[in-house]
């Protein structure tokens, strides 16, 4: 050391030195940094990918799954959706209808499969993870992948489930089934088979469309109660469906009367079982008296119906598996009327069946009561009445228990009473004792009006002219043939006439059905001259006064001799 040198100086050199070697180290610490950076080989971030084979398939088929582009190591979850959703979307988040099918490993780093997956899983048949429920069916549906449960989406496939959906899924024999087929061949023949065997296609596509597709509708035929197969096959691919028949019952007719036969046909039953008939929870007696379903759950049944009330009825099959169904029959309350047309006091019958058991029928004639009846504990009345009085013409007869009503009719005669003949006063002659009289018998006035609906009634009219509007003698509801002029008719109706300027008479017959005779032919009539009362009473007081000095005159006379 220069010890010329002032020690401050020295001091001074050494801060410097001290600066200057930090400042180096900083830039050589950079460059090598910089130079590693440059060494090291780049390796670029790549998106995860996935290949579903096959990519369309059935319920149950399973499916490979390979991909690539995980991180190396990772658990990789695999998703079935019938959603459509993006890359980046989160299962949890954007889906509501999912199943987790399966969950693999990504190859570890410095394998040969590293960051790559290779697994596979069975097409679910139904969704159930998420936070709705779906049952799987043909079409199209979704497959995804992430690397953490429920996460974020990095691939997304689509996948095709090749299969057909019906509707309805269940039914009697004959119901009408709608087919819709996805997923299949384009341009394809279609066939279809029950239980294995062809079916006819009833309306719809034959083949497919272009894009794999088809619509169509089968009749179920006769087949046992339970679950069958309808499998759709084309070109070589087929897909099946369930469709469970149930036991159905027809009835014919629906309705009737007591004794009648009733048919029943029975299908969708089990194979070869007994079958009970019952109306109303009571068992019937049919024929066969021992009916059994055939192969195929099919029976036909007849029975009578039995006498009991009027009503709907429920009528079950039941077989001995348990099988059954039930149908309604209207039992038709039924009356009759014998016979349908009469005159009054005609007796008519009326008998029914159908009707209340124990109860009683009543019977009205127009609304009013005329007779009532017991009913039997086979539903069945007999009653008689006589027709009332009544205008000819329908009537009504209204049977009732108070449950069941029946509304019958009858027809009263519309004949009119046998010919009125006039008798007295003579044509033209002078009207004696003030009496006109008629009859039946132009030849016999002894012969009286008749008619099958009596009582026989009669209209009298006198006019003073020969077209009757001027009415001087008006006299209806006679009840025999003849008529006597009152005094006070004769005095207030009936002055005294000429033959020159007659009276005009005529007369017709009424019976109490309503029907009426022709009037009858006009005749003529006077009264001649009538003293006064005045007068007649003082001829008559003269005449007594006359006849007692005439008897005075003679006593005295005899006393004198």
């Known amino acids: ?69 995980y991180d190396p190591g990772d658990k990789v979850y695999i998703y079935f959706s019938s959603e459509e959703a993006n890359k980046d979307d989160y299962i949890d988040d954007d889906l509501d209808v999912w199943e987790e099918v399966a969950t693999t490993y990504a190859g570890d780093s410095g394998d040969t499969d590293e960051g790559d997956i290779d697994t596979s899983f069975d097409v679910p ?9 779906e049952d799987v069916h043909g079409g199209d549906y979704f497959v995804y992948t992430t690397e953490t449960d429920e996460g974020k989406i990095l691939t997304k496939d689509t996948f095709t489930v090749t299969g057909i959906t019906i509707s309805p899924t269940e039914g009697p024999v004959g119901t ?18 029950y239980d294995g065997v062809d079916i006819d296609i009833a309306s719809g596509d034959d083949e497919t469309d272009s894009k794999g597709e088809f619509e169509l509708t089968v009749i179920i035929p006769e087949s046992t109660a339970g679950d069958h197969t309808i499998t759709a096959k084309v070109h070589g691919d087929e897909a ?43 068992d019937v007696t049919t024929s066969p008296a021992s009916p059994e379903t055939d192969s195929d759950g099919s029976f036909e049944v007849t029975f009578d119906v039995p006498a009991i009330a009027g009503g709907i009825y429920d009528v079950e099959a039941e077989d001995t598996s348990n099988n059954k169904d039930t149908d309604v029959f209207t039992i038709i309350c039924n009356a009759t009327l014998i016979p349908q047309t009469g ?13 209340l058991p124990g109860g009683t029928a009543t019977i009205k004639y127009d609304g009013t009561e005329e007779t009532t009846a017991s009913i039997g504990t086979d539903g069945a009345f007999e009653a008689t009445f006589n027709a009332p009085v009544s205008i000819h013409g329908a009537h009504t007869v209204n049977v009732s228990d108070g449950t069941n009503t029946k509304d019958l009719t009858f027809t009263m005669e519309s004949a009119p009473p046998s010919t009125v003949y006039p008798q007295l006063p003579l044509m033209d002659n002078k009207l004696r004792g003030w009496k006109f009289d008629w009859c039946g018998d132009a030849d016999d006035p002894a012969i009286e009006v008749t008619d099958d609906s009596p009582p026989i009634t009669y209209n009298l ?34 002055t005294p006439s000429t033959k020159e300027a007659p009276y005009y008479w005529r007369v017709k017959a009424i019976d109490a059905a309503s029907n009426e005779t022709e009037w009858t032919s006009i005749r003529t009539f006077y009264t001649g001259f009538t003293w006064p009362d005045w007068i007649i009473y003082l001829w008559f007081g003269l005449g007594i006064v006359a006849t007692g000095i005439l008897g005075f005159w003679l006593g005295r006379r005899t006393t004198y001799y």
């Open 1 to 69: 050391m220069n010890k010329n040198i002032p020690h401050q100086s020295i001091k001074l050199r050494e801060v410097v030195i001290m600066k200057y070697n930090k400042i180096f180290r900083t830039l050589a610490l950079i460059v090598i940094l910089s130079l590693l950076v440059i060494a090291i080989p780049v390796t670029p971030v790549l998106a995860a990918s996935a290949t579903l084979k096959p990519t369309s398939g059935e319920i149950g088929d399973d499916i490979d799954i390979t991909g690539s582009g």
């Open 125 to 133: 048949s139904e969704l159930t993870d998420g936070s709705d429920d």
């Open 176 to 193: 009408e089934v709608d087919i819709d087929g996805v997923g299949f061949d384009d341009r394809e023949d279609i066939d279809i088979e």
């Open 240 to 282: 099946e469906a369930d469709f469970t028949v149930e036991p159905k019952i027809t009835i014919s007719p629906t309705s009737g009367e007591i004794g009648d036969e009733v048919t029943i046909n029975g299908t969708g039953f089990g194979n070869k079982k007994d079958v009970d008939i019952s109306l109303d929870n009571t």
């Open 343 to 355: 005159h009054v006091g005609t007796e008519i019958t009326v008998s029914g069946t159908g009707f």
């Open 461 to 494: 009219e006198v006019a003073s002219d020969i077209d009757f509007t001027t009415i001087v003698l008006d006299v209806e509801g006679l009840t025999t043939s003849e008529h006597t002029v009152t005094i006070k008719e004769e005095k207030e109706l009936l």
